[in-house]
């Protein structure tokens, strides 16, 4: 779950062009855009696709990943509301794709390519790189959690105003949230951290951010990082301390030693304090059984909607009560059953206003979805997240080869639990 984790895509416009469509002119620049933060040399991606070589031997894996709409990967539905960056393919783009290998994937002239740095940073500059402190050796199979307690070394208040999580090894980092400590908590998560052997430890929990700290972004394989909305940053005073889980997953690669750095981008002052919320029903996490999945249920829904802005100074110290707050981004969080999610504002007057709609859950692509113009939150509007859920049978992982029996599931952090949490960057 990132803040945000912001995709480092413009949108290409695909001009009318004599002739047909060319790998320099055409499909070189779409590849780049929306292609090569995955499928570059030692990315995420199972193939590269930064040449005209791997481009035509890969069609037969490219056309019907990118018709299909799998590729690249944008689970929300654009017809909620309008976002930049996006990473989806326009149908244009999808056409041009299509024309170029129907016309046999022309080369064209090398001389009206438009120059381009294919691993540019998300980020307009980095300020501060900050990292793990030792190796950890992820073993545990499939999949490992661990935590990490990182020195924050700055001597006077910063405001952090963008982020890029870079994987030590990016082939075993399925996924990483990145949080702040506020200095009066940092003696406990320390000691938790100095208890266990080796670097970090076995975590499934989340500084809170009600008194603990708060949330700065989440990292997913193929992120670059990129700046929060302009004007906009998180406070970080001195004494603090960065706090990251990291996700491994052994499956994409053998054990070996990883040691995550992440890259910041910071000021001295800012025009509006930011905050990266996550939004839940309490009563899912407090309450045994508030969040119940049944077993064999094939369409299990819950949904929470309140108006936040009575209890803003409980999740950012600097925020003021009862005031309008500004949503730049959304996001969505649940595990292995979910099957579809929804963010909106429900307004005084009875309308709703759409975040973030996903209609097909995919547990492995949580991206962040930055609105092209902020929307505003007023007293009296609520906030909701809605989240369907199918644990029927047939929805069951295999394990071994053997499919397993459905189970009643109820909140919790494990990846076997499940969750329900939508994801905000907010300022007043």
């Not at 690249?72 to 244009?92: F, I, K, Q, V």
């Not at 998300?122 to 050796?137: K, N």
């Amino acid at each position: 779950m990132r803040p945000i984790i912001l995709l480092a895509l413009a949108v290409s416009a695909c001009a009318p062009v004599a002739g047909p469509p060319t790998w320099h002119r055409d499909i070189q620049p779409l590849v780049k855009e929306k292609c090569g933060q995955c499928h570059h040399p030692g990315g995420i991606g199972p193939f590269e696709l930064d040449s005209l070589a791997m481009m035509r031997a890969e069609e037969g894996r490219v056309r019907p990943a990118v018709t299909s709409r799998r590729m690249p990967p944008w689970p929300a539905s654009n017809s909620c509301a309008e976002y930049a960056p996006n990473g989806a393919l326009t149908d244009d783009q999808l056409a041009l794709l299509e024309l170029w290998y129907d016309s046999a994937a022309p080369e064209g002239d090398p001389k009206t390519a438009a120059p381009q740095s294919l691993l540019a940073t998300g980020l307009s500059r980095v300020d501060r790189t900050v990292t793990m402190s030792e190796p950890f050796f992820p073993q545990k199979s499939p999949d490992e959690y661990r935590c990490f307690v990182l020195d924050w070394p700055e001597t006077a208040p910063k405001f952090i105003t963008g982020f890029n999580v870079v994987p030590g090894q990016p082939q075993l980092v399925h996924h990483a949230n990145l949080f702040f400590i506020h200095p009066d908590s940092v003696a406990a998560y320390q000691a938790k951290d100095d208890a266990a052997p080796g670097a970090g430890y076995e975590c499934y929990n989340f500084p809170s951010p009600i008194g603990e700290g708060g949330w700065i972004g989440t990292f997913v394989p193929g992120s670059l990082g990129a700046d929060f909305p302009p004007q906009t940053g998180l406070k970080i005073l001195p004494g603090s301390k960065l706090f990251i889980q990291v996700h491994y997953n052994i499956v994409n690669g053998g054990p070996k030693p990883d040691r995550t750095s992440i890259e910041l981008k910071l000021e001295d002052k800012v025009r509006r304090e930011g905050s990266v919320q996550a939004w839940a029903d309490p009563k899912w996490m407090s309450t045994a059984g508030a969040m119940r999945i049944p077993k064999g249920a094939a369409d299990v829904t819950h949904r929470f909607s309140m108006d936040p802005t009575p209890y803003l100074s409980l999740a950012n110290r600097s925020f003021l009560d009862g005031q309008p707050i500004k949503l730049y981004m959304a996001t969505a969080h649940m595990h292995a059953w979910g099957k579809s999610a929804r963010m909106e504002i429900e307004r005084a007057d009875g309308s709703k206003d759409c975040l973030v709609d996903i209609p097909k859950w995919q547990f492995h692509w949580q991206l962040p979805y930055s609105l092209k113009d902020y929307k505003v939150l007023n007293p009296g509007d609520k906030l909701s997240v809605e989240c369907h859920w199918d644990n029927s049978e047939a929805n069951q992982p295999v394990i071994n080869g053997v499919r397993q029996a459905s189970k009643e599931i109820n909140w919790g952090a494990r990846t076997e639990d499940e969750m329900c949490v939508g994801g905000f960057f907010i300022s007043q």
